[in-house]
Nanobody, 123 residues
Framework: QVQLVESGGGLVQAGGSLRLSCATSGRTFTSYGMGWFRQAPGKEREFVAAISPIGSMTQYADSVKGRFTISRDNTKNTLYLQMNSLRPDDTAVYYC????????????????WGQGTQVTVSS
């Protein structure tokens, strides 16, 4: 049974930082690309960042480049998203997801998803 469980969300002031975690189980972690997506109220889910199975390649949405960093610890089967210089428009539910593709921004290419964690950035 594949499980992805996000944690680390919360309320933060603009300019602050948060680190999200995604603990996974049920599949060989190093066989899969991983990604972060987010969905704000009234908006469609959007790509945030992706990382290849051994962490050698990363990809970011333009809106988060230079502020967010995706990483993974393959010894702990855990994915991370370090978010710095947060802005109110970063407010959303953040989801981690797992893909057979090594590095992709396409949500349809992710087959397992976590339940999401809320990030709220106040101005």
């Amino acid at each position: 049974q594949v499980q992805l469980v996000e944690s680390g969300g919360g309320l933060v002031q603009a300019g602050g930082s948060l680190r999200l975690s995604c603990a996974t189980s049920g599949r060989t972690f190093t066989s899969y690309g991983m990604g972060w997506f987010r969905q704000a109220p009234g908006k469609e889910r959007e790509f945030v960042a992706a990382i290849s199975p051994i962490g050698s390649m990363t990809q970011y949405a333009d809106s988060v480049k230079g502020r967010f960093t995706i990483s993974r610890d393959n010894t702990k089967n855990t994915l991370y998203l370090q978010m710095n210089s947060l802005r109110p428009d970063d407010t959303a539910v953040y989801y981690c997801a797992q893909s057979l593709y090594p590095l992709t921004e396409k949500s349809k290419q992710y087959d397992y998803w976590g339940q999401g964690t809320q990030v709220t950035v106040s101005s």
